[in-house]
C-alpha cells in the first residue's frame, strides 16, 4: 500500500507561485500519478497527471500556461509547480496514485485508489 502527503501549499499573493510535493512512503516508479484539487463547495476537480515514467504528463487546458506536473523517482516525490497565481487557484490540493504497469496518464478520479490528505493553497492579496 502507498502512503502519500503533499506539502508545500500555503498562503500567496496573486501573482505569486508555489511548489507543491506528493512524497510517498514506497517507491512510485510504476505508478501514475495526478493532482487534484477541491475548492469550497466545489467537487474536486482534476489539474495534472504524468505517466509512470514521466514520459507524457496532461494537465487542465485552463491552468497549462501556468501549472507543471513532474516526478523523481530518486526521491519518489512527484511536484506541481504553480505561476502567476489567482484567486481562483485557491483550494485544497491532492496527489493520487495508481499502480499501472502501462504508461498512460488518468483524468478521471476514480481511476486512482490512493490519495494524500491534501494540502491548502490560499492565494489572497
Known amino acids: 500500500q502507498v502512503r502519500l502527503w503533499e506539502s508545500g501549499g500555503g498562503l500567496e499573493h496573486p501573482g505569486g507561485s508555489l511548489r507543491l510535493s506528493c512524497a510517498s512512503s514506497g517507491y512510485i516508479i510504476d505508478y501514475a500519478m495526478g493532482w487534484y484539487r477541491q475548492a469550497p463547495g466545489k467537487a474536486r476537480e482534476f489539474v495534472a497527471a504524468?505517466?509512470?515514467?514521466?514520459?507524457?504528463?496532461f494537465v487542465l487546458d485552463s491552468v497549462k500556461d501556468r501549472f507543471a506536473i513532474s516526478r523523481d523517482h530518486a526521491k519518489n516525490t512527484i511536484y506541481l509547480q504553480m505561476n502567476n497565481l489567482t484567486a481562483a487557484d485557491t483550494a485544497v490540493y491532492l496527489c493520487?496514485?495508481?499502480?499501472?504497469?502501462?504508461?498512460?496518464?488518468?483524468?478521471?478520479?476514480?481511476?486512482?485508489?490512493?490519495w494524500g490528505p491534501g494540502t491548502q493553497v490560499t492565494v489572497s492579496s
Open positions: 493520487a496514485a495508481r499502480l499501472d504497469y502501462t504508461f498512460n496518464y488518468y483524468i478521471n478520479h476514480e481511476d486512482y485508489r490512493y
Open positions: 504524468i505517466n509512470r515514467n514521466g514520459a507524457r504528463t
